[in-house]
């Protein structure tokens, strides 16, 4: 099993570029969501989604677009990069919400100039 | 407002030595607190998780205990090793608003030769 695969692992853009972060994951679990992670602070909630066609904003939305057309993938958009994007994004599933563990990717390391 | 917090931010320990981590929390209604470790460079992988009746849980050199009367955690390393260097990390979970986690800042492990 791969789990949850994160692509890239690493990404440079300038300020007002956009691009697309891939998450996939084979476990075929119906919960998937978007966290960034910054020093010093808990990872914080980007974006999730409960099943296929189903999304819904977390604590900082802004600046983030996501879509669910397929169980497995759960993309993350940027629409125009700022330096205050500038973090480590986590896709997570699970198999629900609360009780369950989430299963994280391996990042991707974002840098906006 | 439901928070998390962790002590101490950072730790260094001799192999071989053991360490306490700590975990307080004000998030009401809880409903379960999940306990993270977070190889660098790596996503966070699930170590335990403790619901409300749970006083002690073990797993392997991991003990995490938790006291719901006072909203306190500790995860004890007994014996630690070079692979305990790691950011661990607690989570809580809300009852109410769709079981909402609240992620801790983390706590940074280094366990030097």
């Known amino acids: 099993n791969a789990g949850v695969t994160q692509t890239p692992k690493f990404q440079v853009l300038k300020t007002g570029q956009s691009m697309t972060l891939q998450c996939a994951q084979d476990m075929n679990h119906e919960y998937m969501s978007w966290y960034r992670q910054d020093p010093g602070m808990g990872l914080r909630l980007i974006h999730y989604?409960?099943?296929?066609?189903?999304?819904d904003q977390g604590e900082v939305p802004n600046g983030y677009n996501v879509s669910r057309s397929t169980t497995e993938d759960f993309p993350l958009r940027l629409l125009s990069a700022a330096p205050s994007q500038t973090s480590v994004y986590f896709c997570?599933?699970?198999?629900?919400?609360?009780?369950?563990?989430?299963?994280f990717g391996n990042g991707t390391r974002l840098t906006v100039t | 407002k439901n928070q998390v917090e962790q002590s101490p931010q950072s730790l260094i320990i001799l192999e071989g030595k053991n360490c306490t981590l700590q975990c307080n929390y004000t998030v009401s209604p809880f409903s379960n607190l999940r306990w993270y470790k977070q190889d660098t460079g790596r996503g966070p992988v699930s170590l335990t998780i403790?619901?409300?009746?749970?006083n002690t849980k073990s797993n392997g050199r991991y003990t995490a205990t938790l006291d719901a009367d006072t909203k306190q955690s500790s995860l004890h390393i007994t014996a630690s090793q070079l692979s305990d260097s790691a950011s661990y990390i607690c989570v809580v979970s809300a009852r109410e608003y769709g079981n909402k986690l609240v992620f801790g800042a983390g706590t940074i492990l280094r366990v030097k030769s």
């Open positions: 989604s409960v099943g296929a066609g189903i999304t």
């Open positions: 997570a599933s699970s198999r629900g919400q609360g009780h369950s563990p989430l299963h």
């Open positions: 403790m619901t409300f009746s749970e």
